[in-house]
């Protein structure tokens, strides 16, 4: 018996809904006489051509039996106050590379909020650990076909993964993997590599028995582990060196080549902060099957350099002034300048400067772009000529909105540094754009995993 309450937030012009006298306000109790637990029952139970809405308005509190009509798959069209129409399952576990758990106190409280969630995995690409799942979890996934399905799975050795979890149950996900293959539900899987735990032998181990759910499970991600200067009391783990780095990619490289010729795929994908450690060059665009794990930094810089040079080949070049600076991450920095000479090759009197971000904020062992606050974009540019316009990645910032995780806006940015700031999107065509002073439609979109805040009539988060 679902205990959340389905409010209808906006309805739209001319729909079913408004046509039924649904306002924003009023609460959707029940469909064919069914309790509504999430979306997906929502979606689920108005598929039919005849269906029975029971509805109580906003202003009375009366109860409305609706007996609605329509074409079979046609939506009611309403929008509820939480989109997820429940509760997010919030991360029973104490992993011991948990980035929430190394942020510093002070920061705004959603982004404390560890989910656990299949369906936001389904919903927003999110990776979970299976730890809080039931058998009717799965059988839900596998009702509704919620794939592809992002799997933290860190270890495939029982005892490990209870350790790495710091979780009793976490050993016992390896039954509900082969329901969800032998069920044909499509599976990407997440190794968060750890120095000393699941690296070397152990991860060997873990990519054989990952591909023995080939051809469900899709791909596999090796990803470092992040550590920030927030660790008091946390569980001692020690960055990866270049050797390391190395020896990672060497056993990935292994895997990948015996992998491909029995499927025809790579399978087990290693992020790009691997190369760039390792001072190697990254794979070639077809290792990359697609680039499934883009999310995960898996052939994200890869990716752009194909973009970017397709993008350049539409341009003769012509005699445009235009001066930019790119701020990023200090791992990516000298592939952005890589980036930028393509542009400027056919553009003599474009110049574009890239200022790597040293993070402050976390500790200069984190490198990305996307954990970067405005408080360090503004100390370090802050007095810097920076030319007709500050270029930043969009996944700086919150989704949909001009906030740093620190809270600072784009705004607030553009104050201090007295000069434009310009969001780009992650695509190739986007950065030829922003530095060539082009038009553009920015869709600004930011990685959901660090936040959650759609959560009204969910409690606290």
């Not at 990023?328 to 890239?354: H, S, Y």
């Not at 402050?360 to 062992?365: N, R, S």
């Amino acid at each position: 018996m679902s205990k959340n309450r389905h409010v209808i937030a906006s309805v739209e012009a001319d729909s079913i809904a408004f046509e039924m006298e649904m306002e924003p306000g009023d609460e959707i109790l029940q469909i064919n006489g069914k309790e509504i637990e999430d979306i997906f029952d929502y979606q689920y139970l108005i598929e039919d051509e005849y269906i029975e809405v029971l509805l109580r308005k906003h202003d009375s509190e009366e109860e409305w039996l609706l007996e609605i009509e329509k074409d079979q798959h046609e939506d009611l069209g309403v929008t509820f106050e939480n989109s997820l129409m429940d509760n997010y399952k919030s991360c029973r576990n104490k992993c011991v590379f948990c980035f929430i758990d190394q942020m510093p106190k002070g920061m705004r409280e959603t982004l404390y909020f560890k989910d656990d969630d299949s369906r936001l995995s389904f919903l927003q690409g999110n990776y979970v650990t299976l730890t809080n799942m039931d058998d009717h979890d799965i059988d839900r996934i596998i009702r509704y076909r919620m794939e592809p399905i992002n799997i933290s799975v860190q270890t495939t050795n029982p005892e490990l993964r209870k350790t790495m979890l710091h979780n009793r149950h976490a050993g016992e996900i390896f039954p509900k993997l082969r329901r969800l293959a032998d069920a044909g539900i499509e599976m990407n899987g997440q190794i968060v590599l750890c120095k000393g735990l699941n690296d070397g032998e152990e991860l060997e181990r873990s990519i054989r028995d990952l591909y023995s759910y080939m051809p469900a499970m899709r791909s596999v991600s090796i990803v470092p582990v992040g550590l920030s200067k927030y660790r008091e009391g946390l569980y001692p783990l020690e960055p990866f060196g270049a050797e390391d780095a190395g020896a990672v990619i060497d056993c990935i490289e292994k895997w990948q080549k015996k992998i491909y010729e029995e499927y025809g795929t790579h399978f087990v994908q290693a992020s790009d902060e691997w190369y760039l450690l390792a001072g190697r060059e990254l794979p070639e665009p077809e290792r990359y099957d697609g680039y499934l794990q883009l999310e995960n930094g898996v052939g994200m810089l890869r990716l752009l350099d194909e973009e970017v040079r397709e993008e350049m080949e539409h341009y003769a070049g012509d005699d445009r002034k235009r001066h930019v600076t790119i701020a990023t991450g200090r791992l990516a920095a000298d592939w952005m300048r890589q980036m930028c000479r393509i542009i400027t090759e056919k553009f003599p009197n474009v110049t574009a400067d890239v200022i790597p971000i040293r993070n402050d904020f976390f500790g200069e062992m984190i490198t990305v772009s996307g954990l970067i606050t405005g408080t360090d974009l503004i100390a370090q540019l802050k007095g810097r000529d920076l030319g007709d316009a500050v270029l930043i990645p969009c996944n700086m910032l919150r989704s949909g909105e001009n906030v740093f995780l620190d809270d600072i806006t784009v705004e607030q940015v553009i104050l201090e540094l007295k000069t434009s700031v310009e969001v780009v999107d992650r695509e190739g065509k986007d950065l030829c754009l922003a530095v060539l002073g082009e038009k553009r439609s920015v869709s600004h979109k930011r990685r959901q995993m660090y936040e959650q805040t759609d959560s009204s009539n969910c409690g606290p988060s």
